[in-house]
C-alpha cells in the first residue's frame, strides 16, 4: 500500500469521526463539539489533498465519499437508532457498486 491510500484512508477514518460528530453540535451552537467537527473536517480534506498526489481524483474522491457514507449509515443504525430500509440498503449497494466501477476503470 503507497502512502497515498495511507493518506486516504486517514482522510476517509477522520471525515467519518468529523460526520459522527454532526449532531452533537446541535446545529454548531455547542462550541467544543462544533470545533472538533470543522477540526475533523479540515484534517479529512488535507490528508485527501496529500492522497490524490498518488491517487487519482476521481478513484480517490469515490472511495472516500462512498466509504464515508457507508459507514455514517451503519453508525446511524447502530448509535442512534435510526431504521436501516431497504431503499437505504438500495442506495448504499448502488454508491458501492459505482466506486468499484470506477477502480475497475483503471488509473489512465
Known amino acids: 500500500m503507497t502512502v497515498s491510500y ?10 467519518i469521526v468529523a460526520t459522527s460528530l454532526m449532531k452533537s453540535t446541535e446545529g454548531f451552537t455547542r462550541l467544543w463539539p462544533t ?9 479529512s480534506l488535507v490528508a485527501l489533498s496529500q ?8 478513484v480517490a474522491y ?3 465519499s462512498a466509504l464515508g457514507t457507508a459507514a455514517i449509515v451503519a453508525i446511524g443504525a ?12 438500495a442506495g448504499i449497494s448502488l ?7 470506477l477502480n475497475l476503470g483503471g488509473a489512465h
Do not use: R
Not at 492522497?51 to 476521481?58: C, H, I, L, N, S
Not at 447502530?78 to 440498503?89: A, C, D, M, S
Open 6 to 15: 495511507v493518506y486516504l484512508m486517514v482522510a476517509i477514518a477522520v471525515e
Open 35 to 43: 470545533l472538533a467537527c470543522l477540526s475533523g473536517y479540515a484534517i
Open 62 to 64: 469515490a472511495l472516500w
Open 78 to 89: 447502530v448509535f442512534l437508532g435510526e431504521p436501516i430500509t431497504p431503499t437505504k440498503v
Open 95 to 101: 454508491i458501492i457498486a459505482g466506486v468499484v466501477t
Open 51 to 58: 492522497a490524490v498526489k498518488g491517487v487519482p481524483v476521481g
